[in-house]
């Protein structure tokens, strides 16, 4: 089952993340958050050093970098608590009872076990928070499964650096040789998803190389889960009451939404879907006279955004209503200014092809719809899967006693088919890293929408439920035992209890 | 996005299940709780009726049928009270905080919403508990998706007559008209399975069948979740004092779980790993003398069956325990008496590949390992995953105080990391329906061991979650409320409380 073709440097990474594997599930939890702990506080010690070799390779803002090297340290600690708490184990205990209604029930007892080495491809656009010790890294090393990162290939010596922290400070904390190794190179990447030592993969990325990495997990001779982050357009719906009574509000909190991360953000709202004849295009074209100009990732994002953007103005009906543009230094870098058009519904319908894939860029589309559109009917027909869906309501609506109630409701629920976070009167890029955090959706968005690749519910990708029967306490995982010295949440179903089982609803 | 080449049959089968989803997705939990009782409750009515038609299909006896019916009834009683807990929902909520460590946070919570029309191909030797109101199907309709069951070939007349039950109970508690349907045919089933308005797969059955319908799955232009229950050997590690103490009780409880159903179980213990010279299987071989000669479940299982039987007592170092055999009657119909075998470890390392294949029908072997065998090491490579392992202990083993207990603790662990379920001193048929079971293990046990097809956290597969950040009360699901009508577990991460993330592991 070990024979396989990888370069003897792939082998050795792949065989030290497999034998570390048992060592790693082994660890206390409070041991894992203690190493999670330790990285943070060296990540974030590092930090003038990485910024600057991030600022390089990436072209992101100083700004930018170092709030991004705070939020991945902050979403590392939070993972340690995660730990700590224990409730993501989902520990659920069933007593033994002799009076069960099927006959004697046994004693289960279920929690959930790490599944082994992760890969995790690495993003371009987050090169801290969705990169070498980003949030799948987080909920990977949390899980207790060895990782090995693909590092994306727009900041190789960042990953490297980062890597060398982690390291250290791994085994500063005693954790196991073996659980954490940075690799690169695409087709490396892919040799190590293909490893059958290798029990789940994660990417953050394009819709076209994150079908082809889930396609080959799961057609491995044993296939294995892939969580893939891969586009959006983020839909935004904003009614007539809420533009009337604050258009400029709308306005700038858009532009800046679009033109964050020079809209290089998987939540940038790519269509915003108004009432014909509004006053939002004039206002956001009063607020987006003097943009600045930011780099793009890197050239080959650039020359995607600039046909892109091409495109969307060639389609016909289409407006614009902030101009925009890129332009490509010496070094084949691009630089943009935000570009926002607006095109009517029956244009948009027309050119839907053309239209409706995701520019990633400081790019917005606005679809002006006619008075009596059916919204919550235009979700469907418009975009299957997505991160996030917004909505924006004036006062009144908002209060639910307004009288298009009904309509309201349906688009929102409408919308909640398929995003995986709706939103009211706010905007989708800057995801909050908490507990309640859902970040992931129907394909296209991501490529499996069973969980989330922000916030603590991201550790439940990198765990499957084990029960024990009529086990001993001596050989019981702890959060399982009736002594229960962890503290841990434990769900308990009491015996004598299953003969009114549906007894109150007949 | 609906045009498809479905028959019309099939395509208003579908359409049906479509136009059905959101307005199953909007009914109140205790009104399908009061549905699936009214199903569980027309069950147990039709018992003798289906019954008849069971045994005529499928040989199984009348006690073992009469038994299912009860079961599947219970099943679904104990999903009518998991939806009124609420506690599957996972409800999350993060109130906001102006102080959060990243900036101020919006107020995010989270719940799950069901995926959408699901297809559930059942399996053939559960007529009752694996088929058309089985476990798969009650968490389906549970979780508020619409059903397309594709009836098992082995037991057309009886799918159809459960369906009518099933209809006429749904009907009267008022669901939405285009829930629940019962198609025949393989290909009907593919079909069904590729279509875009399909959200998920459920499948229990064959690793080749399973395989293929995994990959259509993985294969779509928009992939979907498949959780297909496939093969399953259980292995089984006795020891030494455990046979010292208990060898008779030994055999009989394993004879009981083999040939239990006439061994067509996916739980059937079919590896037992003894120590050489034990005095089981002289034990098993007496208490075997009579066992009563059983119907295999169709044709086509009777002859693959013999088949398998045919190879593993060809295989070189085989030898007979129990010889037990398999007849033909005039009808093609298979009968068969349970055989064991014994093979010592190198013999069954020489045989690996005839030996290690699911031989389903009554057979099982004993593997006779010599002192000093590292068993836990044996795991992996004995077989990738499985739904079960099992453990016999002596009496002071059990106590964790025996001199192997570090290799007792081992080899638990070994066995954990490769089976959905650990048993001590018992026997892996009869999985019991409750919150803790896990039915589900690493591949090929299952195409995707997240979750369970058995107990209730399998309703967890059709559901997806979706957070509402900053939400009017008057938007919100009823068990993300702060007034919590439903009275729902919710998760709280106050406000405030960010500042101290991991400071206690520094």
């Known amino acids: 089952m070990t024979e396989t073709a990888l370069s003897p440097e792939l082998e050795a990474v792949v065989a030290a993340a497999a034998a570390a594997a048992p060592a790693f599930a082994a660890t206390a939890p409070e041991d894992r958050a203690r190493a999670i702990v330790a990285i943070a506080d060296a990540l974030e010690a590092a930090k003038p050093r990485l910024v600057e070799i991030a600022m390089r390779e990436t072209g992101l803002t100083e700004a930018r970098l170092s709030g991004e090297v705070t939020r991945t340290a902050v979403q590392l600690r939070l993972f340690a608590d995660t730990l700590v708490d224990g409730g993501y184990l989902d520990a659920r205990i ?40 980003g949030g799948d890294s987080a909920s990977i090393l949390a899980a207790g499964c060895p990782l090995i990162v693909k ?102 909190g858009f532009l ?96 839907y092809t053309a239209l409706v894939e995701e520019a990633f860029g400081p790019l917005s589309i606005l679809v002006e719809t006619p008075a009596g559109t059916d919204l919550a009917a235009l979700m469907p027909e418009f975009y299957e899967g997505n991160l996030t869906g ?51 959706g129907p394909w296209p968005a991501t490529s499996n929408d069973s969980s989330t690749s922000v916030g603590t519910a991201a550790i439940t990708r990198f765990l499957r439920p084990v029960a024990y029967q009529n086990a001993p306490a001596a050989f019981l995982p702890v959060e399982l035992r009736d002594d229960n010295p962890r503290g841990v949440r434990q769900a308990v179903s009491p015996a004598g209890e299953s003969g009114g089982w549906g007894a109150r609803w007949r």
């Open 390 to 440: 917004t909505l924006h309501l004036g006062a009144l609506e908002g209060t639910g006693t307004s009288e298009n109630v009904d309509e309201l409701r349906a688009l929102v629920t409408a919308i909640s088919r398929q995003v995986g976070r709706v939103l009211f009167n706010g905007w989708s890029t800057g995801v909050a890293v908490t507990p309640a955090q859902q970040h992931g």
């Open 94 to 133: 069933d007593p033994a009872d002799p009076d069960f209604v099927l006959g004697p029930r046994p004693d289960v007892r279920r929690t959930h076990i790490p599944l082994g080495p992760v890969i995790n491809f690495s993003a371009s656009n987050f090169p801290f928070a969705f990169s070498v010790l």
């Open 151 to 252: 590092a994306h290939s727009g900041h190789p010596e960042l990953s490297d650096a980062t890597a060398e922290v982690a390291l250290e400070a791994l085994r500063r904390t005693n954790m196991p040789e073996g659980i954490f190794h940075v690799i690169h190179g695409r087709d490396a990447g892919v040799e190590v998803l293909k490893d059958p030592r290798i029990k789940a993969g994660a990417f953050t990325g394009s819709i076209g190389i994150g079908r082809l990495l889930a396609d080959i997990a799961a057609s491995r001779p044993a296939p294995i889960p892939f969580f893939g982050e891969l586009g959006s357009v983020n839909p935004v719906f904003i009614t007539a009451d809420a533009i009337a009574e604050r258009a400029d509000e709308i306005a700038s």
């Open 256 to 351: 800046t939404s679009v033109s964050g991360s020079a809209g290089q953000l998987c939540t940038k709202p790519g269509f915003v879907f108004i009432p014909s004849g509004s006053a939002l295009p004039a206002a956001i074209s009063a607020a987006g006279a003097d943009l600045p100009e930011h780099r793009l990732l890197g050239p080959r994002i650039a020359q995607s955004y600039a046909e892109r953007r091409a495109a969307i103005l060639g389609s016909e009906g289409v407006r614009t209503v902030i101009p925009g543009g890129i332009r490509f230094d010496d070094e084949g870098q691009g630089w943009a200014t935000p570009t926002v058009v607006a095109v009517p519904l029956d244009g948009f319908r027309a050119g």
